[in-house]
């Protein structure tokens, strides 16, 4: 199970004071928590290219979302189906290249993968089908559709994946308007001011104040003014609404509408407010994903197969909810490098675990494949986690001392720098570089928000040697041979018009 920008803020599992999650609650009181699950390129497609490969972007070759996913590589997906498994993937796909590896694939296919909402275009094995209704709902209908009539003695193994929460946020119709009269937290950095931090943080588009538009986003245009301008975004995916639909969604919007044109809000008020109704609606879409979670569930116990099935839950990456006045993700801070990870299976995993070991998502991959008992290839980059979510969270005692991540889309949309670093237990280490040749420190346990910078810092300097010491050496380990990319750029050019994605 899959999400896309789905943050831990925003499941009550992890602590998150948003909204309860209460299907995605019981995966993990039931199984196993992972703390410290890391995304190695914190963007859609690379997060999924690593996933299915096991390996870092450098490897295989998807590094941006303007790249192309090579479908001939090798997949766990194609060693599960080798192995007879039946294979499977359902909504979100966003790697641009036909699926390979699959017994059964419909993927999303409109806003190049993207998908849509409301009335969402797929491509079903090849051919082009128009779905009625909300696209969560959707996916979770073919799901069990296909679960229903797959072939049932064979084993199965199915990717299940959500376009929620992704921008533009709407909800379900019996969503909207759920939270107009929520006032939510803010986080403590909303109003960050970068001080002591380089120019990668003070340079980003991502701001709540700037760079969320007040259509596409906000949703601040009415029937009429989307009707002078059928061109705008928003209505492009407005109109795909049925007409009760658009009864409703004029409605809800009305307040929001006229709160922003009558409220005269300016500097920090203003920001309050966009980032109420960017919860609003971010919430309310994650709101729909946790009770298609509990369909599938459902469906699985009533089948009986429930305990007999390894579920996993997490997202494609974290996400900005707020935090140091940002939305998206792309940074190797926190809140979007660390990504969501459940894992039920009564079997192996005993429940209300919880680890703080280090995992990345290339280790989905060996572990899929360790539990099937399937070899796992050389080539694999990851390690599979077997050792760790069958003994109650605990690492072994030669389990990795960091996370790596390396980030390649620059400039474009966001104008996140280009930058690599390694996240240990306790401390983060990041060299931004391209057109900057900027380095961070972070510690961890003191600084949990990342707001002071130790780099360079007397007082850590040998601390500082280490980190970059193991830099190296895990560089070196993932065979990451050009990190700043001096001899071959990865990809050329201005791309900070690349439509969204």
């Given at each position: 199970?899959?999400?896309?920008?789905?943050?831990?803020?925003?499941?009550?599992?992890?602590?998150?004071?948003?909204?309860?999650?209460?299907?995605?609650?019981?995966?993990?009181?039931?199984?196993?928590?992972?703390?410290?699950?890391?995304?190695?390129?914190?963007?859609?497609?690379?997060?999924?290219?690593?996933?299915?490969?096991?390996?870092?972007?450098?490897?295989?070759?998807?590094?941006?979302?303007?790249?192309?996913?090579?479908?001939?590589?090798?997949?766990?997906?194609?060693?599960?189906?080798?192995?007879?498994?039946?294979?499977?993937?359902?909504?979100?796909?966003?790697?641009?290249?036909?699926?390979?590896?699959?017994?059964?694939?419909?993927?999303?296919?409109?806003?190049?993968?993207?998908?849509?909402?409301?009335?969402?275009?797929?491509?079903?094995?090849?051919?082009?089908?128009?779905?009625?209704?909300?696209?969560?709902?959707?996916?979770?209908?073919?799901?069990?559709?296909?679960?229903?009539?797959?072939?049932?003695?064979?084993?199965?193994?199915?990717?299940?994946?959500?376009?929620?929460?992704?921008?533009?946020?709407?909800?379900?119709?019996?969503?909207?308007?759920?939270?107009?009269?929520?006032?939510?937290?803010?986080?403590?950095?909303?109003?960050?001011?970068?001080?002591?931090?380089?120019?990668?943080?003070?340079?980003?588009?991502?701001?709540?104040?700037?760079?969320?538009?007040?259509?596409?986003?906000?949703?601040?245009?009415?029937?009429?003014?989307?009707?002078?301008?059928?061109?705008?975004?928003?209505?492009?995916?407005?109109?795909?609404?049925?007409?009760?639909?658009?009864?409703?969604?004029?409605?809800?919007?009305?307040?929001?509408?006229?709160?922003?044109?009558?409220?005269?809000?300016?500097?920090?008020?203003?920001?309050?407010?966009k980032y109420q109704q960017y919860m609003r609606d971010y919430?309310?879409?994650?709101?729909?994903?946790?009770?298609?979670?509990?369909?599938?569930?459902?469906?699985?116990?009533?089948?009986?197969?429930?305990?007999?099935?390894?579920?996993?839950?997490?997202?494609?990456?974290?996400?900005?909810?707020?935090?140091?006045?940002?939305?998206?993700?792309?940074?190797?801070?926190?809140?979007?490098?660390?990504?969501?990870?459940?894992?039920?299976?009564?079997?192996?995993?005993?429940?209300?675990?919880?680890?703080?070991?280090?995992?990345?998502?290339?280790?989905?991959?060996?572990?899929?494949?360790?539990?099937?008992?399937?070899?796992?290839?050389?080539?694999?980059?990851?390690?599979?986690?077997?050792?760790?979510?069958?003994?109650?969270?605990?690492?072994?005692?030669?389990?990795?001392?960091?996370?790596?991540?390396?980030?390649?889309?620059?400039?474009?949309?966001?104008?996140?720098?280009?930058?690599?670093?390694?996240?240990?237990?306790?401390?983060?280490?990041?060299?931004?570089?391209?057109?900057?040749?900027?380095?961070?420190?972070?510690?961890?346990?003191?600084?949990?928000?990342?707001?002071?910078?130790?780099?360079?810092?007397?007082?850590?300097?040998?601390?500082?040697?280490?980190?970059?010491?193991?830099?190296?050496?895990?560089?070196?380990?993932?065979?990451?041979?050009?990190?700043?990319?001096?001899?071959?750029?990865?990809?050329?050019?201005?791309?900070?018009?690349?439509?969204?994605?």
């Amino acid at each position: 199970m899959m999400t896309d920008d789905h943050t831990t803020q925003a499941m009550s599992c992890y602590g998150g004071r948003l909204i309860q999650t209460p299907n995605m609650d019981r995966i993990a009181n039931e199984g196993i928590r992972m703390d410290n699950c890391y995304a190695v390129n914190a963007l859609s497609g690379p997060s999924r290219a690593c996933i299915l490969t096991g390996k870092f972007s450098h490897m295989n070759g998807f590094t941006d979302n303007a790249s192309t996913f090579d479908g001939s590589q090798q997949t766990f997906p194609k060693l599960l189906q080798a192995a007879g498994y039946q294979t499977s993937v359902i909504g979100k796909w966003h790697l641009i290249t036909e699926p390979q590896g699959f017994d059964y694939w419909c993927i999303l296919s409109g806003q190049h993968e993207q998908g849509d909402y409301y009335n969402p275009d797929f491509i079903e094995n090849g051919k082009h089908v128009v779905e009625q209704g909300y696209v969560t709902d959707i996916v979770t209908d073919k799901a069990i559709e296909y679960l229903e009539h797959r072939d049932k003695s064979k084993p199965f193994c199915m990717m299940y994946h959500q376009k929620a929460p992704h921008r533009n946020w709407m909800p379900a119709p019996r969503h909207l308007g759920m939270f107009n009269n929520t006032t939510f937290p803010e986080p403590g950095t909303l109003f960050d001011t970068y001080e002591g931090r380089g120019r990668a943080a003070k340079e980003q588009d991502m701001s709540i104040e700037h760079t969320l538009t007040d259509d596409w986003d906000l949703k601040l245009l009415t029937r009429e003014e989307m009707l002078k301008d059928t061109t705008n975004r928003l209505y492009q995916v407005y109109k795909r609404m049925p007409a009760a639909v658009q009864d409703k969604w004029d409605s809800v919007y009305a307040q929001r509408i006229s709160e922003y044109r009558n409220g005269n809000l300016k500097g920090n008020a203003l920001i309050s407010w966009k980032y109420q109704q960017y919860m609003r609606d971010y919430l309310a879409t994650v709101v729909a994903v946790d009770e298609n979670i509990g369909r599938l569930l459902n469906y699985l116990e009533k089948t009986g197969e429930l305990d007999n099935t390894i579920i996993v839950y997490t997202s494609d990456q974290g996400f900005f909810l707020g935090e140091h006045g940002w939305f998206d993700k792309r940074f190797m801070y926190e809140e979007c490098q660390r990504m969501p990870m459940i894992v039920r299976y009564p079997k192996a995993i005993k429940a209300g675990s919880t680890s703080n070991a280090i995992a990345m998502n290339i280790d989905f991959a060996p572990t899929f494949l360790d539990f099937a008992g399937v070899e796992i290839p050389d080539d694999i980059q990851g390690e599979s986690l077997k050792p760790v979510l069958t003994n109650e969270g605990n690492a072994p005692a030669d389990w990795r001392k960091a996370a790596y991540y390396h980030y390649y889309e620059y400039p474009a949309e966001h104008s996140v720098k280009r930058h690599y670093g390694i996240r240990t237990t306790d401390f983060k280490l990041i060299h931004f570089y391209n057109d900057v040749d900027e380095w961070e420190m972070y510690d961890m346990q003191n600084d949990p928000h990342e707001l002071n910078n130790l780099y360079g810092n007397p007082e850590y300097t040998a601390k500082q040697a280490e980190l970059m010491l193991l830099l190296k050496e895990v560089q070196e380990q993932y065979k990451d041979n050009d990190p700043d990319e001096r001899i071959t750029e990865l990809f050329k050019g201005d791309r900070r018009f690349m439509e969204n994605r």
